[in-house]
């Protein structure tokens, strides 16, 4: 709590309820409605970045998000810079799958949380945005009761691991595939049903 203060109050005189919104976030799950306004708008690293932790949904598919809305958010002088560095952050994604180095996706959350530092105190549309959702994800609604059965897997590991099924999501589930996938037999103490291993192949 204390290190959470000092980054906040780093650089101010004076510290506003408005600066602490941003702590929230680590609280609670958030939908992708509720954070892509703090990546657009915050101007602020920090709080992109744990809006991005906080998410429900993986940093791969909040990157499609954002790549589908920022037309909306972005002036026309800022789209093609704000385009520029989400190629780099494509990049990053990439090197995530083909290395399976995660240190790259913490590279890469970094620079999605950054996109409103991009934009500055330029707005395409005030007020409220109905953000659209990319093709891509369009299409995987379909598979809501496979996602469905990937959040209760994260439960059941999360009780074994101590930690949300958010958190298990984001840094146990890549490796247990890169685990399956080499075929290993073993996997610790997380036991698994022949139907939880499919899912995750």
């Known amino acids: 709590a204390i290190n959470d203060l000092q980054l906040v109050a780093l650089g101010k ?6 600066d602490l919104e941003v702590l929230g976030y680590r609280e609670r799950e958030s939908n992708i409605f509720e954070i892509l306004p703090v990546i657009f708008k915050s101007r602020k690293i920090n709080a992109g970045r744990i809006a991005i932790q906080s998410a429900d949904m993986d940093p791969d598919d909040i990157f499609l998000w ?7 958010e972005f002036v ?4 093609s810079e704000a385009y520029d560095l989400l190629s780099k952050i494509d990049i990053l994604r990439n090197l995530v799958t083909k290395q399976q180095n995660w240190r790259f996706k913490a590279y890469m959350i970094d620079l999605l949380a950054g996109i409103s530092v991009v934009k500055g105190d330029t707005h395409a ?9 990319p093709d891509r994800i369009t299409l995987l609604s379909s598979s809501k009761e496979r996602r469905i059965k990937i959040m209760e897997l994260c439960k059941k590991i999360g009780e074994v691991v101590h930690c ?3 958190v298990v999501k984001r840094d146990y589930l890549p490796y247990l595939k890169i685990i399956l996938k080499k075929e290993y037999e073993k ?10 291993i499919e899912l995750l192949k």
């Open 76 to 79: 026309k002088e800022k789209v």
């Open 125 to 133: 549309h005030r007020g409220f945005v109905p953000y659209k959702p």
């Open 66 to 72: 954002i790549e589908n809305n920022l037309y909306q």
């Open 13 to 18: 005189k004076s510290i506003s309820i408005k």
């Open 164 to 166: 949300s099924s958010n």
């Open 187 to 196: 996997t610790g103490d997380i036991k698994l049903e022949e139907e939880e």
